[in-house]
């Protein structure tokens, strides 16, 4: 059986079904646009992180200080709060260091 004119023989055995050897139409995405789009959220985060690291290890240091005053009843959360401040800041002393 031959294929009409302009159309792959396999085409026409598998109406429906694209051919794989059919030349692409358009501009296709690759992938390409989100990949640059999405390159700079490691900067984004190292400059929020600057500035949430040092306020989150100053306000967990000052609820530690209150609730061993007895001010205060959040000892758990204020501890959180300055542990993750302070690797906060860790983290992006040693991204700043490892790429510089």
Do not use: C, W, Y
């Not at 061993?68 to 002393?93: C, D, H, M, Q, R």
């Amino acid at each position: 059986m031959s294929a009409p004119p302009g159309r792959s023989p396999s085409a026409s055995r598998n109406p429906g079904v694209p051919d794989a050897g059919a030349a692409r139409q358009g501009h296709g995405d690759d992938g390409s646009s989100a990949l640059h789009s999405f390159s700079f959220v490691p900067v984004i985060g190292d400059a929020v992180a600057v500035v949430t690291g040092p306020l989150a290890l100053v306000l967990g240091a000052t609820g530690i200080r209150r609730s061993e005053k007895g001010v205060a009843t959040n000892f758990g959360p204020s501890l959180t709060g300055a542990t993750l401040g302070a690797l906060a800041i860790l983290v992006v002393a040693l991204m700043f260091a490892v790429t510089r």
